[in-house]
C-alpha cells in the first residue's frame, strides 16, 4: 500500500533562531501584554515572521504597529509549522500603550483576518514570558478514518480510510511517555535534544483517531514524527516494543515518517 502522504524531512541546521531584535528600552517602564490567539494556518508559512511570507506572527505585528504606532516585537510559546493550526497560542509583548485590554482585543481582532482571531488581552507580571514561563504545551493530532471525510473537516484532519491496528497504535503512543532524547523524532539537529513528555494518548472516537501529547517542549516536526511513527505501528511495519530501539539510534529512518501538517493544533499552553 502507498503511502504517499507521508514525508520524511531531512534534518535541517538552518534552523531559525529566536528573533533578536529588542530594543534598548527601560522594560520595567512598560505594559506587558499576553495574548491568547487561535488561528487556521492551512493558509500561513507558519507562526514566525519570515521575508516574502505570510505568516501569523508577521500579520499579528503588522496590525499591532497600525494600532499603537509602534514596532512591535511578538514572542510566542511555540512556533508551529506552515499549515498547523492553534487554538490556544500565547504570545506576549511590551509596550507603552494607554489602550485598555478590551480596546486591544477589538482594535486586533477588526485589523486581523477572520482565520486568525485574538481570544483574549491581559496584563501579565512583568517577569512573564510566553515561551520561558511555559511549563507544558499540549497537542493534538486529528486522523479520520472514514472512508470519506467532510468538506468542512479536510482542512483539520489527515485523511486515512486503510486498515490500522489500534491497539497496537494505543500501545505504541504510551511507549512515548518519558523524558528522553527525541532525535530519533525530529527533523532538526539540537544541542539539547532532550525534552520530557508527560502524555502520550491516541484514542478512538468513531470514525477518528485522537492524539494527544502535553510535553515540556518540542523538537522541529516531533508531534507529526511521532504521529507518523504510530501509523507505521498501525500498518504492522512496526511493533510497539520497537521503539525504543528507534529512541536509541538517536537518528531518523524510514520508520519515523513526518505526517501532514493539517491534522496538527496546538490546543493549550499551562504556565
Known amino acids: ?12 541546521s538552518d534552523l531559525n533562531k529566536e528573533d533578536q531584535d529588542y530594543q534598548h528600552l527601560d522594560l520595567s517602564l512598560l505594559k506587558n501584554f499576553k495574548l491568547t490567539i487561535a488561528y487556521d494556518g492551512t493558509d500561513y508559512h507558519g507562526w514566525q515572521r519570515q521575508p516574502g511570507q505570510k505568516t501569523i506572527q508577521g500579520l499579528t505585528e503588522e496590525a499591532l504597529r497600525k494600532i499603537l504606532g509602534q514596532k512591535i516585537n511578538l514572542q510566542a510559546a511555540g512556533r508551529t509549522d506552515a499549515g498547523v493550526h492553534a487554538l490556544g497560542q500565547v504570545a506576549n509583548f511590551r509596550s507603552d500603550s494607554r489602550l485598555t485590554e478590551e480596546e486591544l482585543l477589538r482594535a486586533l481582532n477588526t485589523k486581523l483576518p477572520f482565520d486568525i482571531r485574538i481570544l483574549s488581552v491581559e496584563l501579565a507580571s512583568p517577569d512573564f514570558q510566553a ?48 523524558e528522553d532524547d527525541f532525535s530519533a523524532f525530529s527533523s532538526g539537529n539540537y544541542l539539547n535534544p532532550l525534552r ?43 511493533k510497539p516494543e520497537e521503539i525504543d530501539h528507534l529512541f536509541r539510534q538517536k537518528k531518523r529512518t524510514l520508520f519515523s515518517p513526518t505526517a501532514p501538517a493539517r491534522g496538527l493544533c496546538l490546543v493549550r499552553v499551562n504556565y
Not at 500500500?1 to 535541517?12: C, S, T
Request: glycine residues 4%.
Open 131 to 178: 515561551r520561558k514561563s511555559a511549563w507544558s504545551k499540549v497537542y493534538r493530532y486529528r486522523i479520520k478514518i472514514s472512508p470519506i471525510v467532510s468538506p468542512f473537516e479536510y482542512r483539520y484532519v489527515f485523511h486515512y480510510p486503510y486498515s490500522l491496528d489500534l491497539k497496537a497504535m494505543e500501545q505504541a503512543a504510551l511507549c512515548f511517555e518519558r
Open 196 to 238: 520530557k513528555i508527560f502524555q502520550s494518548r491516541l484514542e478512538n472516537w468513531g470514525d477518528e483517531l485522537i492524539y494527544t501529547v502535553e510535553a515540556n517542549g518540542f523538537l522541529r516536526s516531533m508531534v507529526r514524527t511521532i504521529t507518523g511513527t504510530l501509523i507505521m505501528v498501525g500498518r504492522g511495519r512496526l
Open 1 to 12: 500500500m502507498k503511502f504517499e502522504n507521508l514525508e520524511i524531512n531531512q534534518p535541517n
